[in-house]
Structures are given as C-alpha cells and as structure tokens.
C-alpha cells in the first residue's frame, strides 16, 4: 500500500477543502482556525496533521479518530498491543521516533505501521528497508510517543543485559541484589558506557542543568533539571546501580571503593573540535546507595553579555555604572540555583582586559576563563577563602571576584580589600537585597565600614520563559489581579498568557530568564546603614527611590507575556 499522498488539504484565502473542512464539519475545528492552521503548517513546512498534532489544537485522540474516519483507515490502540510481537529486525528506532511510524506486526506479506498522520512523506523507506508492502493504523499521537519511548528503553536495557529476549530484560529489575549474574558485569563495559553516555549526550540536546542518578529501596531513578525544574527520564533495573555509578566515578577520577563519604569530582566531554562540556560531578551517601549529581557547565551558556541577563534598562544602567568604579563591593544574592553565576562571569567578562589584573577565588572554580586568574580553594592544605583573600592583597590586583561570603573573617577581608582600592565582586544567600545588609551587619561587620565600601546589591531569581509557539492567552477576574500585585490601572492594558505544550518546548516553557532588583547604595542608604538599620527600614527607603523588588520585576516580565502568573508564584512559592 502506498503512503496517502499529503495532497488532501487544499486552502485559498477564503475557503478551506479536504480534512481541514472536514474538521470544521464535524465540529472539532472552526474553519478561522483550520484555516490559520494550514496556512502554519504550510510556513513550518510540515504536514496540516503533523501540526494539529505538535501545537495540540486538537486532543490527540480527536485528531486520531478523526484521521481515521476521513481516510478510511483502521483506528487502532497501540497501548493494547504486544511489543512482543514487534518485528524487531525491522525496528529502526530513529526512522520510528523522526516519522512517528511504529512497526507493530508482519501478516500476510504486510508490514502493519502505526502511526498518527498518514499523510507522512518517506513512508515508502520502510518498504525499502523491510521488502514488504505497507499497511496503516492509526493510533492516538501520545499514546505513540509513550509505546517508542516505552520500546526505546526496553531495547537499550536488553542490550546491557545482554539478552534479545525483552522478557527477560525487563524480569531483571527484580533480581536480587546479592545475584551472581551481577559478578559477569563491568563499569567499563560497552553496554554501560554506552548508557552513560546516552544519557549524558540526552541531557545536554535537552538543554539540562543537572543530572540526578538516585537509588532507593527498590527502584532506580534518573532525572534531568530542565529549566530550574526536574523531571524523570529513565527508570533503569536497580542491579545495574553500581555499575553506573562505578562508570561515573571512573570518569571523574573518584574513588570506586569508597562509599561511606561524599566525593566531588569533573570531567570533560568533548562534542567537537571546537566544542566541550564539563561536568561537575557530586556523590552523597544516602539510605540506599549513593545518589549522583552531575552539573552541566557549558562556556556556551554561562558566557552572557551583561545585556542578555534579562535586566531593564534602568537596571542595567546602574550595574554598568558600579562596575566603572575603582573600588568597592557589588554583591548579587539569591538562593541556590537563582544564576549567580552566570551574573558574576557576565560582569567579570564585561571588565576582563589587558588593562586590569582579576583574580578569583571560586569553590569551584566553573568555568576557565581566559586572561583571568582562577583559584580553586582546597581547605584540606589550608588554602580557604580567607587565605586567598590575603594573598590576592598581596598580587597586586585591581578586581576580585570571591565565590561566596561564608563567614565573618571572608567578610572583613572583603571590606578591607574594597577599602584600599579593589573592586571585589561577590555573592551571598539571602532573598532580598536590603536583607543581604543586614545579614552581613549580622555576621559582624561594623556598620560604618559598610556603609563606606558597599556600592550595590543584587537581589535575583530565574524563572521559566513561556514557549512563544503554545503560548496560551489566559483571563483572571480583576479582584485576582490586584491580589496579584498588579494595580487599577494597569488592568486591561496588556494580555496575560498561560503554559500551553508542544513538542519545542518543556511543559510549555522554553528556556529562562533573570528578574532582578537592583538596589545601588544612596546616602540615604548609608545612612541607614551606618544606623545599623534593619531590613524593614531599608525596603521601605528602596521603595521611595523606585527599585523595583524581585517580585516587581517578575510582574513586569508577566505584562509583557514572557512568562506566566503560575510560573511567578512558583518561583516565590
């Protein structure tokens, strides 16, 4: 049987023909959006099915009836079928994942392909592949998705068991743990290197932060963070953990016998000549084994320019001005995981020049950068903050940047450096700027040296931006909106927007972006500050010179639909 020619939706400007029209005939579709549908479709340059299916205009299994009772074609539910009975030796997982085509059985001569849009071009591949003649069933798109990935993993753990027999794969997740058939396994291995690195390459095509390699009591868990949020992606047959996790010390030059202390260590993988990732690899003891973290360090992504950062200009314009000063301190607060980082190597990348000489003391050190001089502390052989602190005075430097203030000897070394002619550049965990003042007042430092040698103070999070593809307009009674945060007057005069999903983006956000106050030190701030005054009374002088606080800042990126209302309450959840 021959592919179904992708020759059925024909459409004008003023009229629509073939499924679309079917579609509006039947009510699923009306015809102003079947006909903006196919003219997309056309500038995507993909099928009219292919992009109901990938902006989920339509239930999928809407789309997936509908599909079958225009043409013709078996409807069937590929969750109820035995992968058992899947021809393997014609299974080509790539062809199957790129075109949505699974081969489910071989009767009479006939390749039997289950897919969600018949009009698919390159079908005809399979008959070459396979010398049989094609025949379709079409099946519900997610329930597809869900039987390829379910198939894709089922394969990958055959192959490092070593057996063909699915079965028996999937029967050794309950193995126990004291089986002999463990003694036959080896973390260098191809099977498992191989899974290592299908895991690692996954993670870095998906834009991961962080992979999470977890063990409990009778399951086994790999997870990515994808945009500040983790998700699960693989659940590998328990017996295998120590193999993993043997595979990923190795890489990063830990020790394979130690188990009982937590071990840190990174490795580099090279994607091109001109391309590497490290890796920042973390182990921890927990109940059950030894939980694995790995942290994906891409030059690519760390490197922004001081634009990108996702500041207003105002806010921007005051960092550029603190970073012409000679001296003094630029803090940037946040928890973990709010791109601190990526502020700091920004700023360092904006000042980096032959003229000045900059130092780092970093734990650890993230990312080399070139033309500045980096030091990886090691409290082991006493080489702590405080201790690097006092050899940079004697370096002659003109910038410092400290990893973190941790206490109050890194505290009083910072505001001596910045008071005999350093800019030192910094970071703390607090949740406000005027919080970080009073933190440090707290730690010991006298007020009236603060006050003389702070100059500004960065207060940031990261939330997700909303995929500009699925993008969902959303409607909130005024009462709610106010309760948000938003006044009178400026309801009515923007759209909010809501997550939808599609396949470009994760869970309907694609990439993210920093929201920031920027609190520069006023003399009335010193004032304040040489008072010892608290966080109370330095929020409410921020508020009178107009610095927007993080949650400000987060409205302002809502009204102008680069993210959601839902996205910015679970950042301040």
Excluded: W
Aim: net charge negative.
């Amino acid at each position: 049987m021959d592919e179904v020619q992708p020759n059925n939706v024909n459409a004008t400007n003023s009229s629509i023909t073939g499924f679309a029209f079917y579609l509006s005939e039947i009510k699923v579709l009306n015809k102003e959006a079947a006909l903006e549908a196919i003219k997309q479709a056309a500038a995507h340059k993909i099928s009219y099915i292919d992009y109901l299916i990938k902006q989920r205009l339509i239930d999928a299994t809407q789309v997936a009836k509908a599909t079958s009772e225009y043409f013709g074609l078996p409807l069937c539910d590929i969750s109820a079928f035995n992968f058992d009975l899947i021809p393997s030796e014609f299974l080509n997982i790539p062809f199957v994942r790129k075109r949505l085509a699974l081969p489910v059985f071989i009767k009479n001569e006939f390749i039997y392909l289950a897919v969600t849009d018949p009009t698919l071009e390159n079908l005809s591949d399979v008959r070459f592949l396979t010398g049989l003649d094609i025949r379709l069933l079409i099946t519900d798109s997610v329930k597809l998705r869900q039987a390829i990935d379910n198939l894709h993993n089922t394969l990958i753990i055959s192959e490092i068991d070593g057996s063909d027999n699915r079965k028996e794969a999937i029967a050794v997740q309950h193995l126990k743990e004291d089986s002999p058939e463990l003694d036959t396994y080896d973390a260098d291995s191809a099977p498992v290197v191989n899974y290592v690195n299908k895991i690692i390459i996954d993670a870095i095509e998906k834009g991961a932060s962080d992979i999470h390699f977890e063990r409990y009591d009778s399951e086994y868990r790999i997870r990515y963070r994808l945009h500040g949020v983790l998700s699960p992606i693989a659940t590998p047959p328990i017996k295998l953990a120590n193999y993993l996790l043997a595979r990923i010390k190795i890489m990063a030059a830990l020790d394979i016998t130690e188990h009982r202390i937590p071990q840190d260590g990174r490795f580099k993988l090279a994607l091109s000549k001109y391309k590497s990732i490290d890796f920042r690899v973390s182990v921890c003891p927990t109940l059950y084994g030894e939980k694995i973290v790995l942290r994906l360090l891409d030059p690519t992504q760390i490197f922004h320019s001081v634009d990108e950062l996702g500041m207003y200009p105002q806010q921007k314009e005051i960092l550029l001005d603190a970073l012409s000063h000679t001296q003094g301190i630029i803090l940037v607060t946040g928890p973990t995981g709010a791109g601190k980082t990526v502020t700091l190597y920004s700023a360092l990348n904006y000042l980096n020049s032959v003229d000045d000489n900059i130092m780092t003391v970093e734990d650890p050190v993230e990312i080399p950068l070139h033309g500045i001089n980096q030091v990886h502390i090691n409290p082991k052989v006493g080489l702590t903050f405080p201790a690097a602190l006092r050899s940079f005075l004697r370096q002659d430097p003109d910038i410092i940047m400290l990893g973190e203030i941790r206490d109050l000897e890194t505290a009083q070394i910072t505001v001596q450096a910045a008071q005999t002619g350093h800019l030192v550049l910094s970071t703390l965990h607090t949740n406000s700027a005027p919080e970080t003042i009073s933190r440090l007042m707290y730690m010991g430092v006298e007020p009236y040296n603060l006050a003389a040698s702070l100059i500004l103070v960065i207060a940031q999070r990261l939330m997700r931006v909303l995929c500009i593809y699925c993008k969902q307009k959303e409607e909130l009674p005024p009462d709610i909106m106010l309760k948000e945060g938003f006044t009178k007057e400026e309801i009515g005069t923007f759209q909010l927007y809501k997550a939808g999903s599609c396949e470009r983006c994760v869970h309907g956000y694609k990439g993210r972006t920093g929201i920031f106050e920027v609190m520069h030190i006023s003399e009335e701030m010193r004032y304040l500050i040489i008072r010892a005054a608290n966080a109370i009374e330095l929020t409410e002088q921020a508020k009178k010179e107009n610095i927007l606080n993080l949650r400000q800042s987060g409205l302002e990126k809502v009204k102008k639909g680069e993210t959601s209302l839902a996205e910015l309450n679970r950042t301040f959840k």
